[in-house]
């Protein structure tokens, strides 16, 4: 009975909203987005989006990586002038190589849970090599575009700086991360390409030192428990220039160092404005995807929303489980 009385009241309520058509059809208002003078541009560090938008299609795929704690897959493509260097094994990359990565967002197939799908482009990053150009950063110039194809906030060359604090922990690999699945080229998976030596981890690669918990700035001090007297923090390029995207991606590597030192770990900028933490809970174990036991670790570092007049730095938190070791 229930749907006799339902079917004429949709009728109705249809009729209302196709004569007031209009009114409903009428989108919610998106919230104005504001930007700073180097946000919401179509090009960054001479890089402009546009010129590189079919990379997917007319570049070559280069390896697929997935950042297990938040669920972003990313697709990294090759020109054909980098993709060429990559796979000879030289890092003598020439003039006009270039890289694209896509970070993609990921949730459960509604049609068969356990399989994530993509759900949505993040971002986009370029790699662009010119010796001349972008001398500060040996040789690469770097440009990040939101989903839409255009820039964030802030100063593209500090940004620049900040990308190339953390792709010079691979000097070896001319200043690139990826390596080549090589999938369809007829070729067998090179396993060692893929996974580095122990000697060559990204681990091993930062440098921490404990300082007192008292030099921190007062705004990490405060997200912090009360107890803790000594932190370790990360040393050299990244400290010293860094932007949010930093904070977010070396939280894995933070947390490494946690689980090693056992003690709170943190990278803080040097101006003390932007930092990443991690600490041990009170609650200690906490169980992995592979049914292993691990360690409970918050996350506390500093966001900025996007699109807001005047954006205020915020302190978030995270939870998430990272294996003993
Ligand atoms: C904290 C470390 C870190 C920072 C900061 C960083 N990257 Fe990367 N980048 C990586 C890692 C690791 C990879 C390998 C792929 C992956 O894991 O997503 C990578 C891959 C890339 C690639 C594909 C080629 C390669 O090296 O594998 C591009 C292009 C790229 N990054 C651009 C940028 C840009 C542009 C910025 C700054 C806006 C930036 N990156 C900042 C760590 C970083």
């Known amino acids: ?129 010119d010796k001349e150009k972008f001398k500060d950063t040996d040789g690469w110039g770097y440009a990040l575009f939101d989903e839409t194809g255009k820039t964030f906030d802030g100063d593209p060359k500090e940004k620049a700086e900040a990308c190339h604090a953390c792709h010079k922990m691979v000097p070896e690999r001319g200043y690139v991360f990826s390596q080549p699945v090589k999938l369809n080229m007829g070729l067998p998976f090179n396993i060692k390409m893929q996974i580095a030596t122990p000697e060559k981890t990204i681990a091993s690669r930062v440098v921490f030192e404990t300082v007192k ?39 894995p590597t933070l947390a490494v160092e946690l689980v090693r030192s056992n003690l709170p770990t943190a990278l803080v900028g040097k101006d003390g404005k932007l930092f990443s933490a991690v600490i041990k809970t009170k609650q200690p174990e906490c169980e992995l995807p592979d049914g292993k036991k691990g360690i409970q670790v918050r996350g506390i570092f500093t966001d900025v929303p996007r699109g807001e007049k005047n954006p205020k730095i915020f302190v978030r938190d995270i939870m998430f489980c990272e294996p003993k070791s």
Request: glycine share 8%; proline share 5%.
């Open 213 to 251: 918990a008292e030099t921190l700035p007062e705004k990490l001090k405060k997200a912090m428990p009360p107890e803790f007297t000594e932190i370790r923090l990360l040393r050299g390029d990244m400290e010293k220039s860094l932007f949010y995207g930093t904070i977010d991606e070396i939280r």
């Open 1 to 129: 009975m229930r749907s006799a009385i339902k079917k004429p009241f949709i009728a109705a309520a249809l009729t209302l909203a196709l004569l007031c058509g209009y009114a409903v059809a009428e989108q919610p208002k998106q919230p104005e987005m504001h930007h700073d003078q180097f946000g919401g541009l179509d090009s960054m560090n001479g890089m402009k989006f546009k010129d590189y938008s079919d990379f997917a299609t007319k570049w070559n795929f280069v390896t697929v990586r997935y950042r297990k704690d938040t669920g972003e897959m990313r697709l990294t493509y090759a020109n054909d002038a980098a993709m060429k260097t990559l796979i000879s094994g030289s890092i003598d990359y020439p003039k006009g190589a270039m890289f694209a990565k896509i970070g993609l967002m990921t949730q459960d197939d509604p049609g068969f849970v356990s399989s994530l799908v993509p759900s949505g482009a993040q971002r986009y990053q370029l790699m662009l090599l």
